[in-house]
């Protein structure tokens, strides 16, 4: 089945700067990459998706970015703020069924 | 975006006990709903993918006789966790796909606690 690695597991950055998170998967076939934000005790929120046929897509601070052939996609956060302090969770999406698979999550904490 | 929501928020038993989770796809149909089991610190991980009117299909190591799962229509799907002991305590969080859609939006999750 599907494999997600996700990296780094946390990260500490300072308000205004970048964040980039990435992930690899194993199955060639999937086709579709959302990323999900969880702050603590809550529901997961999707901030941004990307699929197989698009290599990059923006929305505001927040970009994401695909390569198909090395099987990695990538997020970055631009101008961050505190507000962004949350777990970030990149996931795949195989060709059979609709399941995700999720990355181990990357802790990610704004210093203001 | 649409709405999921999930019921109860937390719940506490005793070990031996069955606790009944339901999760609502409120503005739209759900043609699929997904369970997760997220321990603290960790990812969610997929227990069962279950479609309406149709049996769950299981992710490998999830017992199905212990965690019964019902899709009896396009807005509800219930989890039961059956006999419970204090290794399920966990974040219980389920999604839902509609069919025309190939975004999951999250339930606001259950946290279940086994004294």
């Known amino acids: 089945g599907e494999n997600v690695e996700q990296h780094p597991s946390t990260l500490s950055v300072q308000e205004g700067d970048s964040a980039v998170i990435k992930c690899t998967y194993s199955?060639?076939?999937?086709?579709?990459f959302p990323w999900y934000k969880q702050e603590l005790g809550k529901r997961p929120q999707l901030i941004i998706d990307?699929?197989?046929?698009?290599g990059e897509k923006k929305d505001q601070r927040i970009a994401v970015t695909l390569n198909k052939t090395a099987k990695h996609f990538s997020l970055h956060i631009t101008e961050t703020q505190p507000e962004d302090s949350a777990v970030y969770f990149c996931?795949?999406?195989?060709?059979?069924?609709?399941?995700?698979?999720f990355g181990g999550g990357t802790r990610v904490l704004v210093k203001p | 975006g649409a709405v999921v929501s999930q019921h109860p928020s937390r719940v506490i038993c005793k070990s031996g006990t069955s606790v009944k989770i339901e999760c609502r796809s409120l503005?739209?149909?759900?043609?699929?709903m997904f369970w997760y089991r997220q321990f603290p610190k960790q990812s969610l991980m997929l227990m069962a993918t279950?479609?309406?009117?149709?049996?769950?299909?299981?992710e490998q190591g999830v017992e199905k006789d212990k965690f019964l799962i019902n899709h009896a229509s396009l807005t509800l799907s219930t989890l039961t966790v059956t006999s419970a002991h204090p290794e399920d305590s966990s974040f219980y969080i389920c999604?839902?796909?509609?069919?025309?859609?190939?975004?999951?939006?999250f339930g606001p999750g259950t946290r279940l606690l086994v004294l």
């Open positions: 999604s839902a796909l509609a069919d025309t859609q190939e975004t999951q939006y």
């Open positions: 503005d739209f149909q759900a043609t699929t």
């Open positions: 279950s479609n309406e009117g149709s049996k769950a299909t299981y």
């Open positions: 199955d060639s076939a999937s086709n579709y």
């Open positions: 996931a795949a999406r195989g060709a059979a069924g609709n399941k995700l698979t």
């Open positions: 990307i699929r197989s046929n698009v």
